[in-house]
Antibody, heavy 119, light 108 residues
Framework: QVQLVQSGAELMKPGSSLKVSCQAS????????IHWVRQAPGQGLQWMGS????????KFAPRLQGRVSMTRDMSTSTVYMQLRSLKFDDTAIYFC????????????WGQGTLVTVSS | SSELTQPPSVSVSPGQTANITCSGD??????VYWYQQKPGQAPLVIIY???ERPSGIPERFSGSTSETIVTLTISGVQAEDEADYYC???????????FGGGTKLTVL
């Protein structure tokens, strides 16, 4: 069965860099884009960006351009999301999600990674 | 920039019909997707490409469109439908993904 398993919770300092992993299994990794979506406490969903595991090409939300990057490791079917220069309002649950290329949906999600930015 | 606007909250009694709207200028050019999110869980897609329902999603969930407004309809609301609902589409460029602000459905 399709699974996306994310790395564990993180406590970060302002100004530091975050790296969250999302390991895929149960399907051909290169066939589906992976997106990252975050959700601040009590708030809505915010799209961060996407990566095509096949070619490594990425797209990022304009508001995060310059601070976010996404990479993948084909040998372990893992996608990484890095966010630099962390701010207090980067505190959120970070989700990775797979896209079904036919339906266009986020059809499988990781369990979420809680990131807390605190001094 | 493109925006999707949803009402913050909708309340209905069990068995009634809930309508949750999502408005945006770009919606006539973009497919809309609806997600249900319960506390502590990841979102779950319940409607895709405006009106299609994934397998396993109850028939009481349906989607419709009218110009710049799309609507998620839940017919015969059940207590288990209490959740946050988000619409999602592409922005005007078709490059980026945008979410509506979410609607909290309360079943009275």
């Amino acid at each position: 069965q399709v699974q996306l398993v994310q790395s564990g919770a993180e406590l970060m300092k302002p100004g530091s860099s975050l790296k969250v992993s999302c390991q895929a299994s149960g399907y051909t990794f290169s066939n589906n884009y992976i997106h990252w979506v975050r959700q601040a406490p009590g708030q809505g969903l915010q799209w961060m960006g996407s990566i095509n595991p096949s070619g490594g090409d990425t797209k990022f939300a304009p508001r995060l351009q310059g601070r976010v990057s996404m990479t993948r490791d084909m040998s372990t079917s893992t996608v990484y999301m890095q966010l630099r220069s962390l701010k207090f309002d980067d505190t959120a649950i970070y989700f990775c999600a797979r896209v079904d290329p036919v339906a266009g949906t986020f059809d499988h999600w990781g369990q979420g990674t809680l990131v807390t930015v605190s001094s | 920039s493109s925006e999707l606007t949803q009402p913050p909250s909708v309340s209905v009694s069990p068995g009634q019909t809930a309508n949750i709207t999502c408005s945006g200028d770009e919606l006539p050019k973009q497919y809309v997707y609806w997600y249900q999110q319960k506390p502590g869980q990841a979102p779950l897609v319940i409607i895709y490409k405006d009106t299609e329902r994934p397998s396993g999603i109850p028939e009481r969930f349906s989607g419709s469109t009218s110009e710049t407004i799309v609507t998620l309809t839940i017919s015969g609301v059940q207590a288990e439908d209490e959740a946050d609902y988000y619409c999602q589409a592409g922005d005007s460029s078709g490059i980026y993904v945008i979410f509506g602000g979410g609607t909290k459905l309360t079943v009275l």
